[in-house]
């Protein structure tokens, strides 16, 4: 018959094998090097982090919005005033996440642009029943003299004018001369293209570039 082992033996004998197959503990390491080692991995974290800065970002490019006027008709607008108009989209755009079709109607204004012309000042796009505001510029207008102006109508006016009074003058100081009428047509023609008013002139079919702000 076996020994029977009291429990307290058992017991005992339980722990010594414990610790033969216990692994020993490593010993800690002073808090110096605790410390250095933190300083190096936040050092490293920060390194990851300006590494990171550094890449290259794409930033969105500004959209330019290819427009019209909405009138039917030809303006001749002076340079030194405002004029409320509508343009129109001629195709059709994102603008800061809102698509404009083509026809979206662009409410605005033209306003002097120094001595140069005009500009377009865009506040509001109309994209069906709802209004949604735009910041958008125009290149400068240029001015030109005023077609109506210098038309073949208006210069034969103005040479007739100008021959009126070569054959007035003719009248007054002696017989008519065929050179001197002429030479007053002439007249007549140049101060009709000096007087000439200078306008912008914007066509329904003129393309009007509108950059977005």
């Known amino acids: 018959m076996a020994a029977i082992t009291s429990p307290i033996k058992a017991f005992q004998n339980y722990r010594t094998k414990m610790k033969v197959l216990q692994i020993p503990t490593l010993p800690r390491p002073p808090l110096a090097q605790m410390l250095a080692w933190t300083a190096g991995i936040a050092v ?6 300006v590494r990171a800065q550094s890449y290259p970002t794409l930033m969105a490019q500004s959209a330019t919005i290819e427009a019209s006027s909405a009138q039917e008709d030809t303006l001749y607008l002076n340079e030194d ?3 409320s108009y509508n343009l129109e989209v001629e195709r ?8 404009l079709p083509a026809g979206t109607v662009i409410q605005g ?9 005009l500009q377009y000042i865009a506040d509001t796009a109309i ?13 400068v207008l240029d001015d ?3 077609p109506r102006d210098t038309s073949i109508g208006s210069i034969g006016g103005d040479a ?10 003719s009248e007054i100081f002696g017989d008519i001369d065929v050179i001197e009428v002429l030479g007053g047509a002439a007249a007549g023609v140049a101060v009709g293209n000096l007087m000439a008013d200078r306008v912008v002139v914007v066509r329904p079919d003129d393309l009007i570039l509108l950059d977005v702000r």
């Open 127 to 139: 994209v069906g029943n709802r209004a949604y505001n735009l910041q958008a510029t125009s290149r």
């Open 160 to 169: 007739a004018i100008g021959a009126a009074g070569g054959a007035a003058l």
């Open 44 to 49: 490293l974290i920060g390194t990851t982090s």
């Open 81 to 83: 005033r405002n004029y």
């Open 92 to 99: 059709g755009i994102t603008v800061n996440g809102l698509y």
């Open 144 to 146: 030109q003299k005023d």
């Open 109 to 117: 204004r033209y306003e002097p642009a120094g001595d140069d012309g």
